[in-house]
T-cell receptor, first 113, second 114 residues
Framework: QQQVKQSPQSLIVQKGGISIINCAYE??????FPWYQQFPGKGPALLIA?????SEKKEGRFTISFNKSAKQFSLHIMDSQPGDSATYFC????????????FGEGTQLTVNP | DTAVSQTPKYLVTQMGNDKSIKCEQN?????MYWYKQDSKKFLKIMFS???????INETVPNRFSPKSPDKAHLNLHINSLELGDSAVYFC?????????????FGPGTRLTVL
């Protein structure tokens, strides 16, 4: 059973546009929600993360919005650039589980110039 | 300077063979992980070691055996390889400071079983 569901599977955005990726989780005990960025041929790398006691976190052009009651969180990429083209994974962590990352299915983002 | 390194980067082998993937981290972390990424890019944890002790062991066939000779190394040995083992395997590491810490991933090893 997939504990973290991610959508869309793929996303095409024009340069300068806003990219939005959504995730929903089932286990209310999750207490840390990171987003990872993966370029082709590379390993995933942490992009930004949030804890459930905060509704929004912004780092540069990247923002996480978190809705605890709906058990949903999303990544917004403002002023999307071709260099942002990558696969994005949301994840959820239960701190008592040994920091195990439970990943969403991934979103392939393409930003056209 | 490479933080988490894996060897080999590519591994092509026949069904039934035994192979190993090596992982080393120079970040001073005490927790290391193995993840499997399938053809649909889905990432799933396989194992986790903390200070050479196994702490996470997902439902993985016992043909897969991790080995941690020291805190900086976590190797993955796979016996009797099957077609379904073809995937990209990622090693990762993190600190265990009591709070969730960033996991740093290696570049991956693409395993192809023919």
């Amino acid at each position: 059973q997939q504990q973290v569901k991610q959508s869309p599977q793929s996303l095409i955005v024009q340069k300068g546009g806003i990219s939005i990726i959504n995730c929903a989780y089932e286990n209310t005990a999750f207490d840390y929600f990171p987003w990872y960025q993966q370029f082709p041929g590379k390993g995933p790398a942490l992009l930004i993360a949030i804890r459930p006691d905060v509704s929004e976190k912004k780092e540069g052009r990247f923002t996480i919005s978190f809705n605890k009651s709906a058990k949903q969180f999303s990544l917004h990429i403002m002023d999307s650039q071709p260099g942002d083209s990558a696969t994005y994974f949301c994840a959820a962590v239960l701190e008592t589980s040994g920091s195990r990352l439970t990943f969403g299915e991934g979103t392939q983002l393409t930003v056209n110039p | 300077d490479t933080a988490v390194s894996q060897t080999p980067k590519y591994l092509v082998t026949q069904m039934g063979n035994d192979k190993s993937i090596k992982c080393e981290q120079n970040l001073g972390h005490d927790t290391m992980y193995w993840y499997k990424q399938d053809s649909k890019k889905f990432l799933k944890i396989m194992f986790s070691y903390n200070n050479k002790e196994l702490i996470i062991n997902e439902t993985v066939p016992n043909r897969f055996s991790p080995k941690s000779p020291d805190k900086a190394h976590l190797n993955l040995h796979i016996n009797s390889l099957e077609l379904g083992d073809s995937a990209v395997y990622f090693c990762a590491s993190s600190t265990s400071s009591g709070l969730v810490d960033t996991q740093y991933f290696g570049p991956g090893t693409r395993l192809t079983v023919l």
